[in-house]
């Protein structure tokens, strides 16, 4: 893959990887999803009807 480095150690294992943003953003763009995800699934979740008011809320608001 273009702009994609990886980097070994003495044993041969890899170590690291370094992404070329401008030839590979997509690719950035999934892993920063990919962090996200995992940053956000320990949450507690939020009932779709509190929402739903808070929505409705800032729309009275915001008028």
Do not use: Q, S
């Given at each position: 893959?273009?702009?994609?480095?990886?980097y070994f150690?003495?044993?041969?294992?890899p170590t690291?990887?370094?992404?070329?943003?401008?030839?590979?953003?997509?690719?950035?763009?999934?892993?920063?999803?990919?962090?996200?995800?995992?940053?956000?699934?320990?949450?507690?979740?939020?009932?779709l009807e509190?929402?739903?008011?808070?929505?409705?809320?800032?729309?009275?608001?915001?008028?």
């Amino acid at each position: 893959m273009k702009g994609v480095k990886y980097y070994f150690d003495e044993k041969g294992e890899p170590t690291a990887v370094l992404i070329d943003v401008k030839k590979n953003l997509e690719l950035w763009e999934d892993i920063v999803d990919i962090l996200e995800c995992r940053k956000r699934a320990t949450e507690k979740p939020i009932p779709l009807e509190k929402v739903k008011a808070d929505l409705e809320k800032k729309r009275k608001v915001a008028r």
